[in-house]
């Protein structure tokens, strides 16, 4: 079955860039979600289909997709951008949803 | 603004059953697909099942299969999950989010804030 890899965390400083990975067999040839989760709180879609971004997310907060690995891309990091973040593609062979392990961004 | 709100969840004994709940408002209900998806205590994001807008195509995740069934009422807006022979396991907050981009890009654009189900003896 499809698998999508994540690093456990990531940690980077305030004004900096973070780059969360997603890894998964020719991932690029599917469309890659992104969801924010803040503690306690409900996930928050922050990029789909690769590289869009739903209204209302700042533009600090980007996609890209091809090969192997997804990236969502985090500039400007702020202190509010802590949080675990997921990855999601659909299986078409399946039907299934796949999410990503997590990644816990740490802003030092 | 577009709002969803699970109910139904709660302390149950394993073996049991518990029906969940999610209404949804301020958005046109039966045009859109829609998914439960839990979250056990500490661990990631797991998806559970997926309904189509019209009720007739519903897919589970392995685990849930055959235990779970995915329902929703377009007259009322509502959709729900009959969760039956619950396990430990199955201890976790349960979302339901509602479904865009179809076909193969399917993703999750508005999520409830979730219901919290317990299974202990």
């Known amino acids: 079955s499809y698998v999508l890899t994540q690093p456990p965390s990531v940690s980077v400083a305030p004004g900096q860039t973070a780059r969360v990975t997603c890894g998964g067999n020719n991932i690029g040839s599917k469309s890659v979600h992104w969801y924010q989760q803040r503690p306690g709180q409900a996930p928050v879609l922050v990029v789909y289909d690769d590289s869009g971004r739903p209204s209302g997310i700042p533009e600090r907060f980007s996609g890209s997709n091809s090969g192997n690995t997804a990236t969502l891309t985090i500039s400007r990091v702020e202190a509010g951008d802590e949080a675990d973040y997921y990855c999601?593609?659909?299986?078409?062979?399946?039907?299934?949803?796949?999410f990503g392990g997590g990644t816990k961004l740490t802003v030092l | 603004q577009v709002q969803l709100v699970e109910s139904g969840g709660g302390v149950v004994h394993p073996g049991r059953s518990l029906r969940l709940s999610c209404a949804a408002s301020r958005f046109a209900f039966k045009s859109f697909d829609m998914d439960w998806v839990r979250q056990a205590p500490g661990k990631g994001l797991e998806w559970v099942s997926f309904?189509?807008?019209?009720?007739?195509?519903?897919y589970y995740a392995d685990s849930v299969k055959g235990r779970f069934t995915i329902s929703r009422d377009n007259s009322k807006n509502t959709l729900s999950l009959q969760m039956d022979s619950l396990g430990p396991e199955d201890t976790a907050v349960y979302y339901c989010?509602?479904?865009?981009?179809?076909?193969?890009?399917?993703?999750?654009?508005?999520w409830g804030k979730g219901t919290t189900v317990t299974v202990s003896s």
């Open positions: 999601q593609v659909w299986d078409s062979s399946t039907e299934h949803v796949l």
């Open positions: 989010a509602r479904m865009s981009g179809g076909a193969i890009h399917f993703y999750m654009d508005v």
């Open positions: 309904i189509s807008y019209d009720g007739t195509n519903k």
